[in-house]
């Protein structure tokens, strides 16, 4: 099922400001591959001033999401035919995936300084997360002997990025010209969480999925990276 709502409308009587309101909602069972279905939720409101000459957009989208592995084929590393397992029931267990919430802020600013000079500047910013779920199916031989893994490994960080840049339209002689005159600006940082958990067999007919130990949550921080860019143009 899924479900989607859209309000919006003017806050002042001169419809200056105005305002806006998504929000959706999307859930289910399973897959036709037997997989736990993939579920988002997303919130989405905004803010927005506009005359004449000025246009200014706040606007936030919040999502939390779980992405389910896609239905495969699974072939022995030993060589041989495919297993033959049923196409709607999951291999290994059913709730195998990725959650992940994101953050996303923007301002987005304009501004006529004449009828020919116009001001832009947006800035925004992006906090996202995504650890895994269930269990890692690392391979199977021929007999069913699988192996499994439920290391945690969760990444996240924020992304900043500014644009802001002049734009003056003009002609010389017959031809019409746009020049546009600006800086941007990203910087970035991404942080990895890692836990050990379990690393052995499991064979893929005969033993109990419900035995697979959940994936740590003592998680810390085993990595960091940055970066940064600036542009002129």
Do not use: C, M
Request: net charge neutral; no cysteine; hydrophobic share 35%.
């Amino acid at each position: 099922w899924r479900v989607t709502g859209d309000v919006n409308g003017a806050l002042t009587k001169d419809d200056r400001i105005s305002a806006r309101l998504i929000g959706s909602a999307r859930n289910g069972d399973r897959n036709f591959g037997g997989y736990q279905a993939a579920r988002n939720t997303t919130i989405a409101p905004s803010l927005r001033y506009k005359d004449a000459k000025t246009d200014i957009l706040l606007s936030a989208t919040l999502t939390d999401e779980f992405i389910a592995v896609s239905p495969f084929v699974l072939f022995p590393f030993d060589g041989g035919p495919a297993f033959n397992f049923p196409r709607d029931r999951a291999i290994l267990t059913p709730r195998q995936g990725f959650n992940t919430r994101s953050e996303q802020y923007l301002l987005d600013a304009s501004h006529d300084i004449t009828r020919n000079v116009t001001a832009v500047a947006r800035y925004q910013h992006i906090y996202t997360k995504t650890s895994p779920e269930g269990p890692s199916l690392l391979g199977a031989s021929a007999d069913g002997t699988a192996f499994i893994s439920t290391d945690s490994d969760e990444q996240a960080g924020p992304t900043d990025a500014f644009d802001g840049f002049v734009r003056a339209k003009f002609r010389v002689g017959p031809v019409r010209n746009t020049l546009n005159v600006g800086f941007t600006y990203v910087n970035g940082t991404g942080r990895v969480y890692s836990a050990l958990g379990v690393y052995q067999p499991f064979n893929l007919f005969t033993d109990d999925p419900a035995s697979i130990p959940a994936r740590p949550t003592d998680i810390t921080l085993t990595t960091k990276s940055s970066f940064e860019q600036k542009g002129y143009y």
